[in-house]
C-alpha cells in the first residue's frame, strides 16, 4: 500500500489515488485533493455533498452511489455534475478520502 | 408446521424451492410460492434473439413445469408485504402469513425513469433486449435496418446481467459482417462507467477486443435525457450523441412492494448480509437472486452459487443455530464476443476477473479472460443445462465459493 502527504499529513493510497483509511482525512486534505481533481475553490454546496458522503459512509461502509447522494443531499443530479464534473461520484468520494465507489459487476 | 413463502418465481425463487423442498422435512413445512407471470422466461436467451441465434420458442416455458409438486404455487400479483406482521396480501385477495419470508422478486427495467426514453419513439427507432418483448421486436428492427449509427447505452448501474450490453455490441458487430453491411453501421457504447468495465483487468482486456472491432466507447456517459425527435441523446454534463438506432438499457430496479414494505434502498434492493443474505432488518427475512442488494453481479449464476451455500445455511437457521457467512459474491459471466467466440469471468467480492483456465485448473476446457470458441459452446450448451439441471436446483460440478486454483495474477 502506498502513501502520500498531503498538507503535511502522510495518508495510505490505493494506486488510483483513492485513500483507504477514511480516519486520515481532513478538511484541509479535501481542499487540496479538490484542486487535483480541478476544483479551485470548494463552495457551501461542495461541502454539504462532502459532509452527506462522510456520514454516508461511516454507516454504510462504502461511498455512496450517485443516487444515493441526490436522495440523500437534497442537490439535484444536475447540480451534482456541475459541482464536481465527470463521474461526481468517484471525484467526491476521492476527495472525501473514502474509497473508491463499488463499481457493478 | 412452519410456513416458508417465497415471493417471486423467476430463476432464484424457482432454484430455492427446488433445493429447499428436498432438504427440508416436508411433513413439517409448506412453502408456497408467488408469482404473478404463468411464464418463466430463459433471459440469457434475449441477447441472442435481435441476431437469430435463438428464436421465440426458445426462450419461454410454463413455470409449473418447473414447480416441485409439494410446493405451492399461486399466481397472483403481491399487493403488500407487512414484515412487522409476517403477512404478505396477494392481488386475488389471500393473506399468507410466514414463518419466514423469502424475497425473489428480481430487478426489472424502468424506461419512464429517463425523459424521452419510453415514450413515442419506444419501439421504433428506440429498443431494448431486457424484456421479451423488447427482444422480439428488436429482431423486426434489425432484420430491416439499413444502417447507420447504433448506440448502446447503459443508463445507471447497476443492471441485470451487465456484461450482456457489450456482448449485444460485440454480436451487432459480427452480425453487420454476416450481413456484408459492417461498413455502413457505426458501433457506440455509452455507458457511465469508466471503461469497458468495472475491474480494471477484465475492463482492458475488453476495451481492447471492443476498439479492434471498430467499436467507439463513450465513457463516463450519464444519460438525462433523450431527445426522441432529433435522435441524440443527452448527458448531465451536456454531452450529445446522435443516433439512427438507439438500442437501451433502462434505468433497473426491484419491485415497487419492496420497496412500499420499507424492505428496499432507493433502487428497491433489499440491504442484507452480502455473506448469509439475511436482511438487515427483520431476522425472518432472506433476499435471493437480483433482488438483494449485494456488490456482486446480478447474475443467475450468483443466485446459483449463493443458493448452493443457502440451502444448508437456511436448515441450520431453522434449527436454532447461527447463519455461517458462506457466500463469496462468486459469479461466472460467459461473454460472446461474436465470430463464434466467447470469454469467460470468474470472479467474486474481493477477486476481480483474473486469466486462467476453468473449472479444473490447469486443464479447463474453458479459458478465463481470453477468447476462445469452448467458450462460445459453452455458454450455449448452458440453456439446456439451465432448463434441465439448474432451475431444478441439481448440483453441478462446481464449487459454490470461488477458487484461486488455475487462475494467474498478471
Known sequence: MATRTICGVTVQVNDEGFMTNPAEWNKDIAVELAKEEGIAELTPNHWKVIDFCRQSAATSGAAPTIRTITSGSGISTKELFSLFPKGPAKKVAKISGLGKPEGCV | MKKLVILGAGTAGTMVANRLVRMLNMDQWHITLVDQDPVHYYQPGFLFAPFGIYTQKDLFKPKVCFIPPLVKLIQATIEAVDPDQN????????????DFLIIATGTDIHPEETPGLGE???????????????ALALTQRLRNWEGGRLVVNVVDNPIKCPVAPLEFIM?????????????????????????????????????????????????????????????????????????DLLVSIPLNKGADVIGKAGLGDELNYVPVDKHTLLSNKYPNIFALGD??????????????????????????????????????????????????????????????????????????????????????????????????ILLKGQELPLTPTMSMMGKWKV
Open chain 2, 291 to 388: 433482488a438483494a442488494a449485494i456488490p456482486t453481479s446480478k447474475a443467475g449464476s450468483v443466485a446459483h452459487y449463493a443458493i448452493d451455500l443457502f440451502g444448508d445455511n437456511f436448515v441450520r437457521y431453522t434449527e436454532g443455530y447461527e447463519l455461517l457467512p458462506t457466500f463469496d459474491g462468486h459469479a461466472n459471466c460467459f461473454i460472446e464476443s461474436g465470430f463464434g467466440k466467447g470469454v469467460l469471468l470468474d470472479f467474486n467480492y474481493e477477486q476481480e476477473p483474473l486469466p486462467g483456465l476453468f473449472p479444473m485448473p490447469g486443464v479447463g476446457p474453458f479459458s478465463l479472460l481470453k477468447e476462445s470458441e469452448m467458450n462460445h459452446w459453452g455458454k450455449l450448451m448452458f440453456r439446456w443445462m439451465y432448463w434441465n
Open chain 2, 120 to 134: 413515442h419513439e419506444w419501439g421504433k427507432s428506440i429498443h431494448t433486449f431486457y424484456s421479451f418483448q423488447g
Open chain 2, 171 to 243: 454480436l451487432a458487430d459480427w452480425y453487420f459482417h454476416e450481413h456484408g453491411m459492417r461498413d455502413k453501421v457505426e458501433l457506440i457504447y455509452a455507458t457511465p462507467l469508466d471503461g469497458a468495465f468495472t475491474k480494471p483487468v477484465a475492463s482492458r482486456l475488453i476495451g481492447e477486443m471492443l476498439s479492434d472491432k471498430g467499436i467507439q466507447v463513450e465513457s463516463e456517459f450519464m444519460i438525462e435525457h433523450v431527445e426522441p425527435d432529433a435522435k441524440k441523446i443527452i448527458s448531465y454534463d451536456e454531452r450529445e450523441i446522435d443516433y
Open chain 2, 87 to 98: 403477512k404478505v396480501h396477494l392481488g386475488n385477495g389471500m393473506t399468507l402469513s410466514y
